[in-house]
């Protein structure tokens, strides 16, 4: 599995909740707080995305936006440059979110990797395509499922959440002159995406630079100082933290699982070792930190 498959584990749409509203101008909207992420896809005109401490960012007909929470935003009326795209001027504008919970230590991972707003532009039409509609099957899905109410909805809603926020995410870490997290672009490199790959698929194995870089097929030496370029750290660095993410996991979310146990799932043979590694990384010992999870969750 890829780190980004992994990370996605972390987020959760089940009972997504999503809204639609149609804005007449001069309009603005205030999302509250409290989703960790929050879906904004425009299906009609034009408007500005206000993140605190953040510049306004632009929002067209189309396009999806995804900002990172808890903390609330508006999305405001931009009347500059006439009529809004995908409509008259000072015709409705109309804007769908939807909020995505994040499970855990893994999702707030991912959290970690992104901007507190980053917005992907509409696709350009297919030449020769059909003049009406979004230009994109899933827009035109959601808005047709939000102007309905059928059963099995709820269903429809969630996957079509989790459609838009991977593809959204997707398109923006691979977007030209941008900066994707590290482990993003290095799963292009055929041997640090292997050994990253091997590492997500099995990350409580006994590795070693020396089995990883056999596995990948290349000598010590080269595994170690490709992946170090690529990820920012060495495979066994990178492999800890992912293990301690995953440990953090389990320690939050199942107290009856002992140290010992939680210790074995990610790779270490008895709880001293695994406690001496968790709290080097994250500078507390397992058992506070589960006692901080439970107290506070």
Known sequence: MDPFSDLLRGLRSYGAVFGSTTLTPPWS??????????LCVLLRG??????????????????????????????????????????????????????????GEV??????????VLRVPA???????????????????????????????QVVLDRLLDWLL??????????????????????????????????????????????????????????????TERVGEPPLTYLTGWRMTLAAQLLASRPDVTLAEVARRVGYADAFGFSTAFTRVRGVTPSAFRRARVTTG
């Open 29 to 38: 909207l205030r999302v509250p707080d409290g989703a960790p992420l929050t």
């Open 46 to 103: 034009r408007g500005r995305i206000v993140v605190p401490g953040a510049e306004p960012e632009p929002l067209r007909a189309r396009d999806t936006a995804v900002v990172r929470g808890p903390g609330g935003f508006e999305v405001v009326d931009d009347p500059v440059g006439g009529a809004a795209p995908g409509g008259p001027a000072g015709g409705d504008t109309v804007l769908v979110t939807g909020a995505v919970t994040v499970a």
């Open 107 to 116: 999702g707030a991972r991912l959290l970690d990797a992104l901007p507190p």
């Open 123 to 153: 696709p350009d039409p297919a030449p020769g395509g059909p003049s009406s509609g979004s230009g994109d099957p899933v827009l035109d899905h959601l808005a047709e499922e939000l102007a309905v109410d059928a059963p099995g909805q």
């Open 166 to 227: 991977v593809c959204t995410l997707r398109t923006w870490f691979d977007r030209p002159g941008g900066h994707p997290p590290s482990w993003w672009a290095a799963r292009q490199d055929p041997v640090v995406g292997e050994a990253l790959r091997l590492l997500h698929d099995d990350p409580a194995a006994p590795w070693t630079v020396a089995r990883l870089a056999a596995a990948a097929g290349v000598s010590r030496a080269t595994l170690a100082a490709r992946f």
